[in-house]
């Protein structure tokens, strides 16, 4: 492995560019590599990476799938549910909390297509209106805040 990696001072200081992400180059902290260097991705910006009017998919239809899952009996609970796709139970109990919202409000969020929009109305923002249990007050403030 001796030499395997450069060692030259111009690494030291200069980020390699790729499509996805820059590399960094970080002095390896192993004790056997102390005088390599390691590079580390260093994802872009994310407005870098994505064009705003791409198509995208709001939580409510993730919501949806919970929901099917759990009726057709595929997974057994919300906790079954966090494992299989890599979520904490409090984040799946936040996303299925969408389903409590008027379904003039969830038919809005399916119609959703680009990014800008989904992040405008993201699953933190209607995390209160999800709370009203009146749906026609969850629907009034809920098209007040897509006016604003």
Not at 46 to 57: F, Q, V, W
Not at 87 to 93: D, I, K, P
Request: net charge positive.
């Amino acid at each position: 492995m001796q030499g395997a990696y450069p060692k030259t001072p111009a690494l030291a200081t200069a980020a390699v560019s790729l499509e996805c992400c820059v590399w960094l180059p970080v002095p390896a902290i192993c004790e056997n590599w102390s005088s390599y260097l390691v590079f580390l991705a260093k994802p872009p910006k994310e407005s870098d990476l994505r064009d705003e009017n791409e198509p995208a998919l709001h939580p409510i239809h993730l919501a949806l799938e919970f929901q099917k899952m759990l009726e057709r009996e595929l997974v057994n609970n919300r906790s079954e549910l966090a494992k299989r796709y890599g979520l904490s139970r409090a984040r799946v109990t936040q996303i299925m909390n969408l389903l409590d919202l008027a379904p003039e409000i969830q038919e809005h969020l399916l119609q959703l297509k680009d990014r800008r929009s989904v992040r405008a109305l993201s699953e933190r923002r209607l995390r209160g209106l999800a709370q009203l249990r009146s749906h026609s007050a969850q629907v009034r403030r809920f098209f007040a805040m897509v006016e604003s």
